[in-house]
């Protein structure tokens, strides 16, 4: 089993920041791939970003494209994701993911951490 505990969400004005993290924990030498995910009320979940666990191939949503980072801390075991020039369309709950080896889906998920964007 693997956990996530995501952090970091809040509130922010349109053009601000906010760097979201996600700790893993227990049976992480069996992650392959750790991805973020967001949802908006009324929307489908979506992806944002992902990277190999052991860093590297890191994929972003276009929308996100030069205003998001993902990036992992070793030491920390955390995915943290920055985002910088926020924008209200940007608000929504931002979930992580991680993908053990040899599967083809994201296997578990965190709790989802709120990101509100104020225009």
């Known amino acids: 089993q693997v956990q996530l505990v995501e952090s970091g969400g809040g509130l922010v004005q349109a053009g601000g920041s906010l760097r979201v993290s996600c700790a893993a924990s227990g049976r992480t030498y069996s992650i392959n791939a750790m991805g973020w995910f967001r949802q908006a009320p009324g929307k489908e979940r979506e992806f944002v970003a992902a990277?190999?666990?052991?860093?590297?191939?890191?994929h972003y949503v276009d929308s996100v494209k030069g205003r998001f980072t993902i990036s992992r801390d070793k030491a920390e075991n955390t995915v943290d994701l920055q985002m910088n020039s926020l924008k209200p369309e940007d608000t929504a709950v931002y979930y992580c993911?991680?993908?053990?080896?040899?599967?083809?889906?994201?296997?578990?998920w965190g709790q989802g951490t709120q990101v509100t964007v104020s225009s």
């Open positions: 993911a991680a993908q053990i080896v040899r599967s083809s889906r994201y296997d578990y």
């Open positions: 990277m190999r666990w052991s860093g590297g191939n890191i």
